[in-house]
């Protein structure tokens, strides 16, 4: 039986759950893993403040260096959230050659280049399983299960809140504002609901994902982001009465030394396996060159999912330790973001309803190289909605052709654009 | 850089993905995984027959003796399928120390327990993870990310083939017999259906991810099965109707020292994920104490999908080679096996079409300690159908009820019960 000494950074919803994880499941620990797993110290901000857990209060410090510093502690587990002093606290813990266990995706989208350095240079050993999608086991699998293959693309619905937004908007025909409100009621939306809403939590993390994929750092700059705060109930029933539904995505892909990663609404087909994930459940699709189509389901967040991603980290450092971090190689070799990828859209937009509409609009997309699949006209009054699904063309041409189009007198408003896959 | 010399036994789908696998990925596992693996030798049966893959016909060789004698092989990947001569083959590679690789679901499910002692003891290691469900990486998932939970339950579609038919049935409404031809014209369906359509496939499979989730050996004569040979194009609508669709599931729960285990047509509600798994795809749907649900999906089949677990094990063997093969522990302790499980029913039968029927059927099924949750009954000439989902029920109070109701002179006859799972 190996005996290890943990600290933890944060007492929060994640490392409560930690520690409730930890108690729990201590006996299967043990007998299955080897492990006496004992949490030594736990920083917080008040030691007085009442907790979920029960905690022996003789662990708790509010001074970080007293754990960071201790040659008893073997492993740091931190949950505090946020760049600092998150970011400074584990460099120091590895330079002080402990190994780090964290589940902050704004630190490792920010300063994972710098930390492997720091990993590598004193031999302690970084894990971050619980940064991206909770609890479900994507960055292990990709590193360790999927070595074969070469990751080609992936979609993933790596935002709990958005999610449910988006399920219960699509579900009840209600719109955005209602629901974000019930949603931030019931505590599926922060009273703060920005980094949610507007892609910035699945931007990071889609950073990380497609880093470890792709084996090259995609940095937070190269990476598109809209939010879903422009999506209405109109465009949620013509999704649906096209074969669609809407979810927010974050998207990557690689073809060749050409990297593009993007977060936006989406629309995907009601038969794809990504359009059966409803309310905050994340799930993430990827292809390997071998493998083909792939799809991890389950718990974005939440205390005993994140748990289950941090203890499982906890458990491998244990075991790695002494013996080799299992690095995640970089490939060599420059690459290049793409801006101008390839897409399908959706287009819904009011025009004047007279003859000869259409056929001025549809020259518009033809002009700048874009064709279309589908068109519906709608009349209500004195305008007409005029719905367009188009084939693929570049984002350069759609946004010329958009445009153009709003220098177009026969065109009142453009209501919407939203990318599409299959 | 490391050099590995491996020995394949067969070149048949499997065995020409793994060889195309790591020929068109040898730059990226070399570069990433600092790994280069060298096919030493081939089993075949002819050498003299036409390959789909190119391959030197210096390294094939008929005698099995000449590669597991080799003392150059480091590792053995195996993929000639069935129980003999498989596993004397693979049970002397362990012997003589060779890691060995297998997707061989039937030699692990019959032999498992005893081909790890022999790992243990001569220190090479054994990996399967091509055995269960193809390219999805579940086996080394749930031992090296899901170690923080007890894993409480969890519902497979490990068979592609029946989801295939069942699919098909589903979406055209057309009847087994027909669409099993047309499967099989396909290629989706072996000449002789038996092992799939029967459930034996996923049998063998049940036994083995049991055993690996619960830590206890589940031995292929404790899960019980039952094929799609009887679900008809009336049950698929009637479950539609209420709300399910019909897959072939493989289903075990582990609740203290109870195992079930069990494969069968089950109604899963629509809105299930597991529910939108088409066509020969496969998926796993689990559930752990800290995680909560996950599920995982992909090809379950198919030359490359497989040679990816495959390769991935391979990969994982070479680094493993040297440090200690990770053992999957079991837990102590004796287990009972549950035949007399807990479910929810769908029975649909042939009933005189006259006042008091119902009362006296719904009485039948009172008697037994079996109450209802919905009833629909239709109207056909002299027949009536009756349809009851019930509510949860032991299985030998409902095969009691079954039994009365095989005896009561109203009923004409019990056409379909159908286990229903949420």
Redesign the interface.
Known sequence: MKKVKLGLLGLGTVGS?VLK?LR??AA??K???GLDIDVGWVLVRDKAKKRSVEIDPSVLTTDAQAILNDPEVDLIAEFMGGEEPAFTYIRQALRNGKSVVTANKEVIAKHWHELEPEAEKSGAGLYF?ASVAG???II??IK???????ILKFMGIINGTTNYILTRMSEEGSDFQTVLKDAQRLGYAEPDPTADIEGLDAKFKLSILSTICF?NMVPLEHVFCEGITRVTAEDITYARQLGYGIKLLAIAKKNGNRIEARVHPTFIPL?H?L????DS?N?IFLE????????????GA?D??T??????DI??ACQNEG?HHHRT?M??GEVIFERNWISRYYVRMLVCDRPGVLGEIAGLFGKNGVSLESVIQTTRGDDASLIFITHEAQEQSMMKALEDMRGCDVISSIESVIRVER
Chains 1, 2 share one sequence.
């Open positions: 759950g994880v729990q499941n299967m620990i007998r299955r893993e399983e609890g479900i086991p292990k699998t360790r299960s999927l070595q074969a293959n070469h084996r038969t396996p359009c059966a994930v409803r459940y799930a390997g060159d071998a493998v083909g189509s792939l799809m991890f389901y389950g718990r939440g005993l999912p748990a289950s991603a941090v203890v499982s458990i491998t013996g190689g490939d060599e």
